[in-house]
Structure formats: C-alpha cells, structure tokens
C-alpha cells in the first residue's frame, strides 16, 4: 500500500492481502522485512521501539492486520493460544474470584481455570453454554469473567454472544471468546459487546500447520495492559519470524477459508445422509439446533467438525485407522485434512463431565478436492 491510498475503506480481502504494507517505508519491498532482533538502540534515533519483548514492527504489522479484521481498536500477538488465552484470562482474575466457562471448552483451558487457577483460590462453574439462564443462575458476586467458546471446537455448539455480552455487563463481569473456529472473518464478537477475543493463530489464520501463535483483540486500553503487564511479564512475545509467517498466511486467509467452507459444507452433507453414520455436529447444517442463531452471529463455516459412527468403541476405532487420506492429529485448521478421536477415550463419568459424546470423532476438512475427502469417509464408513 502506498500513502495516498491509505484512506480507502477495506474490504476483509484488502485488509488481508495489504494493511501494513507501507512499501514507502520498507524501501518498496513488497514484502515487508522481518525485523529479527531483540534490541532498538536508542543512541541516534527515538522511534518509540525498545526491545521485542515489548513490541516490534513486524509483530505490529500482523496485529494491525487482525485488529482491523476484527474490528476491533488493538490486538497484540503472542507465542501460542495458550499464551494469549492464559493472558487474556489472568488480566481478568483477582485472588479468590469465580468464573463461568463451558464445560466442553478447550481443554487445556479449562486446566488453566479449574486445576492451575486453583492454588489462587479461582473457583469456576462449567455450564452447557446453549442456555443463558443457566449462565445466569451461575452468577456470584465473586464472578469477575464469563469465559466462552463458540462454537465448542468439539461437539460445536454455540453462545449467544451477544445476550450474554449484555447480561455480563449488567452485572459489571467481563466477557472473553475464543474466536478460533469462525475465525474474524466469519464471526466478530466484538461487536455483540464482548471485551476480548482470542485466537489461536495456530490454526485457520496459520493455515499451513507451521507456526504456532495466538492473538488477543480489544480496547486500546485493555490491549496496552496487557501488553505492559500479562504480555511483558510472562514473556510469551509471538517471535518476529513467526508474525512474518502470520503475515504471509493471512494474505490468502479469504481463499481458504472459502474452500473449507464449502469442502466442509459437502461433507457435513455427505456425513448426515451415510446410514452408517449417527450423528453430526456442524452449525452449517440446516438441521443444528442453534442454525437460526448461528446465522444471526456467522457470516460463514469453518471446516472443522464432528460425527459419531454408528458401532462400538473398536469398531470407530479401525474406521479412523483405515481412512487413507486423512491424517491423524489433535490439531486443525491446516491445508491438510485431519481427524481425532475425543470420543474414544471418554467414558459414561468422564463423558458428562466434559460434555464429549462417546464415539465421538473430530475431523478438520482441509484443502484437497471434495471428492478425494468424501471417497475416503465413504469407503472407510462402508466398511466398518
Ligand atoms: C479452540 C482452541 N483454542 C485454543 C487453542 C490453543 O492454541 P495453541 O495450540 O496455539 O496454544 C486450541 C488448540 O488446539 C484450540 O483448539
């Protein structure tokens, strides 16, 4: 982007392939450097940078670009989600406070607040998510977050954020989503009132399974808290190469995320109609119990999404291992099609403590041709 177009209003695709260019700054590199060091020296020249740990230009470039897709006043980056999850979450806490978080979220999010946030005396209450009442009742004057997840990236259902959002405030508690499956371009809970959002940027805005990295969108002066105190003091900074990487991957977020879109519409279709198949987990499918809600709060469908097979734990279990073209992973949100199991390691307790159905499986619908996907299932569904 060169300075005198600087003003036009962009488009998500825009702000994508070209907010931070800034080719008059960079010598008309059309692509930005990295800028891989740790000091600023501050002997000829003041430009406002120090040291990495604090911020950056290149790490800047990549929170500008999710900022603006977000719509949001500032973001700050992190190593992992993990980093800016636990940020996020700790900006919120005091000693001995309470907070609502659904059961099936994340779970090394759910460790944070319930195992680790233990020792400083956090107590959480974990609620289905769909029901705004039971969010309600769960309020104490202790409460200070309402934490959520929507879609749940396991069994895919939603929060309605902005009700919640609403509710939140009315009692003065804050409000955070893990914005990782819509990803900013299909869902902006900033909008419905949230205070933060977070990402894994680990998974769709990555694309490529090669960088980890998380994200962290709000206010500019929640945002400049963060990164003075949970940011600066924990440490965990996203590393200039892997905001490069960030950066290169957003360029092309629109056109992947149309293409898992539509794969993962096909399948979750193909999925639903297999006699084999007894159950599928997708807010596209016009048969989701929230569908109506998920239009109000998404423009669009990521690609990842769940099912049961019909047939018990062994049965599923060589279902999974004889697909040929998937591989097998506890990640997504990559080029590449993946599936998981988290419903072969529940049990009856553990199954409604965590809210994963048994026989549950997870697949991330990647970017290979739809067909090549749906042949595979198929054939393996086919042959249990
Ligand atoms: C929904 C969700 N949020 C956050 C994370 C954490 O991200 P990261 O692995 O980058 O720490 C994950 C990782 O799988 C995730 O699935």
């Known amino acids: 982007m060169s300075e005198d177009t600087r003003d036009i209003r962009m488009s998500k695709e825009d702000i994508c392939a070209h907010l931070g260019d800034e080719y008059d700054r960079y010598m008309g590199a059309i692509v930005p450097p990295i800028f891989q060091n740790s000091l600023f020296t501050r002997k000829t020249i003041n430009h406002g940078y120090s040291y990495t740990r604090v911020t950056n230009p290149t790490i800047e470039i990549a929170e500008r670009k999710i900022a603006a897709l977000e719509e949001g006043e500032a973001a700050r980056c992190f190593s992992s989600g993990m980093a800016a999850i636990s940020a996020a979450i700790t900006h919120y806490l005091k000693k001995d406070c309470h907070v609502i978080c659904p059961r099936a979220v994340y779970v090394p999010t759910k460790a944070f607040l319930s195992s680790y946030m233990e020792k400083f005396g956090v107590e959480v209450t974990l609620v289905a998510g769909d029901s705004v009442e039971e969010i309600e009742q769960a309020i104490r004057p202790s409460t200070t977050l309402i934490y959520l997840e929507s879609p749940l990236s396991n069994v895919f259902t939603l929060q309605d954020l902005g009700t919640i959002a609403a509710l939140a405030k009315s009692y003065g508690i804050a409000t955070i989503v893990d914005n990782t499956w819509a990803t900013p371009l299909f869902q902006n809970p900033l909008k419905h009132g949230i205070d933060l959002v977070v990402h894994s940027a680990s998974k769709y805005l990555g694309g490529h399974s090669d960088i980890l990295g998380g994200v962290i969108v709000g206010n500019r002066d929640v945002l400049d808290s963060i990164m003075n105190n949970e940011r600066s003091l924990f440490g965990a900074v996203m590393d200039p190469h892997q905001a490069w990487l ?103 307790e553990t199954s409604r403590e965590s809210g994963i159905p048994i026989g549950l499986l997870r697949i991330s619908v990647g970017l290979e041709h739809a067909d090549t996907i749906i042949g595979d299932l198929d054939r393996a569904l086919n042959e249990m």
Do not use: C
């Open 246 to 348: 960030l950066i290169r991957s957003l360029r092309t977020l629109p056109v992947r995320m149309k293409q898992h879109e539509a794969n993962a519409m096909q399948v979750a279709a193909f999925l639903e109609a297999h006699p084999r198949v007894a159950a599928v987990h997708y807010p596209g499918l016009p048969s989701h119990p929230q569908y109506e809600l998920g239009r109000k709060l998404m423009s669009g469908y990521s690609g990842l999404l769940s099912f049961i097979p019909k047939g018990d734990r062994q049965q599923i279990q060589s279902m999974m291992k004889s697909l040929r073209f998937f591989e097998e992973g506890p990640s997504w949100g990559g080029f590449e099609s993946l599936i998981n199991s988290p419903g072969l390691w529940v049990n009856e």
